[in-house]
């Protein structure tokens, strides 16, 4: 059974120390992603998902221009972060880790996701939809996002520790459309 996000309902949101003091925080815009569901085994359910860098949107143009350059994402170079699960645990009720290889700047390393299941229901138009909340820290550095300044008063411009959230809405993709999306 094949679920596809729902763009228009779903938030994709990091948050970093900035001077360390105050929190910066940003999202992407475009991205995809599916879950390939076992309805017999959760467990046994596949993820994967992609970011274009590119989207960053800090609410800061400058800001924004300098996370797509080399220092950071290096968005003309490297237009897509990706994650693919290997393997989902369940922690009980409605918690899971979802553990996978998550690969940022061409750098890929195992990553885990604490996930709450948020529930299931239909949409107005007949729809199933499933809601998720995804949450992560990663250290920058370990991808090559390094760049940083140190501050005169000590410590640096930017922490090491990026906080993710992603809020998700999918909707499951009907089986001809998943025959036909197949076949292309």
């Known amino acids: 059974m094949a679920w596809q996000i729902d763009n228009s309902h779903t938030t994709i949101e990091f948050g970093v120390k900035h001077m360390m003091v105050t929190t910066v925080r940003g999202r992407f815009s475009k991205f995809g992603g599916t879950i390939t569901e076992d309805p017999t085994n959760l467990l046994n359910s596949k993820v994967e998902g992609w970011i274009e860098t590119a989207s960053v949107d800090t609410n800061d143009a400058n ?28 922690l009980g009720g409605d918690q899971y880790k979802v553990i996978g290889d998550i690969t940022i700047k061409g750098v890929t390393r195992e990553f885990v996701f604490d996930v709450t299941n948020e529930g299931r229901g239909k949409n ?7 809601g998720l909340t995804a949450t992560a820290t990663l250290n920058r550095k370990e991808f090559g996002l390094n760049w940083n300044v140190a501050l005169e008063a ?31």
């Open 63 to 90: 800001r924004d221009a300098h996370l797509r350059s080399g220092d950071f994402f290096g968005a003309d170079e490297f237009p897509r972060m990706t994650f693919a699960s290997k393997r989902i645990e369940r």
């Open 124 to 130: 107005p138009w007949g729809g199933e939809i499933w």
């Open 154 to 184: 000590g410590g640096w411009l930017v922490g090491d520790q990026v906080k993710i959230r992603v809020e998700m809405e999918l909707v499951k993709v009907q089986e001809t459309e998943a025959v036909a999306a197949a076949a292309a």
